[in-house]
């Protein structure tokens, strides 16, 4: 469940074109430094979804799916099934079409994604 909220906002920012990452990329520590689009959008969530309010009142040093290497994941994984959706080779993606990306399973996104053997962890 936290991998399709954390989907969603990776589709949202791609299909706007918009960077995901700030200055300081950290959900701990001072409100008032830029903490770019992706963290900021999963804490204004938070304040509504009790889902990622759990994530992000975790401790410092365990798994959250928030790095910035994490959201490179995500991305990286959405560009593959864009990419096989479409067939396309050899061809740089800068943006997920609205359209496609409404298209997408996220179950095998996120199947797709822990077989890249990054951190797993199960949330229910």
Same mark, same amino acid.
């Given at each position: *469940?936290v ?5 969603? =906002?990776?589709?949202t920012?791609s ?5 995901f990452?700030?200055? !300081? ?8 430094? &830029? %903490? ?6 999963v ?8 889902i990622l ?5 975790? &401790? %410092? ?6 790095? &910035? @290497? ?6 990286? /994984?959405l =560009?593959? %099934? /864009?990419?096989n ?12 079409e609205?359209? *496609? ?8 996104v ?6 890249? %053997? =990054?951190?797993? !962890?199960?949330? @229910?």
């Amino acid at each position: *469940m936290v991998l399709t909220r954390l989907l969603d =906002v990776t589709l949202t920012l791609s299909t706007c074109n918009l960077a995901f990452r700030g200055h !300081k990329e950290t959900v701990y520590g001072n409100d008032s430094c &830029p %903490k770019g689009i992706f963290l900021s959008i999963v804490e204004l969530l938070a304040k509504y979804d009790p889902i990622l309010q759990e994530l992000l009142s975790k &401790p %410092k040093g365990q798994i959250k799916y928030l790095s &910035p @290497k994490i959201q490179n994941e995500l991305i990286s /994984v959405l =560009v593959q %099934k /864009v990419e096989n959706a479409l067939r396309l080779s050899n061809l740089a993606i800068l943006s997920i079409e609205n359209s *496609m990306a409404r298209n997408l399973n996220f179950d095998d996104v996120i199947n797709t994604f822990a077989e890249q %053997k =990054v951190r797993r !962890k199960e949330f @229910k």
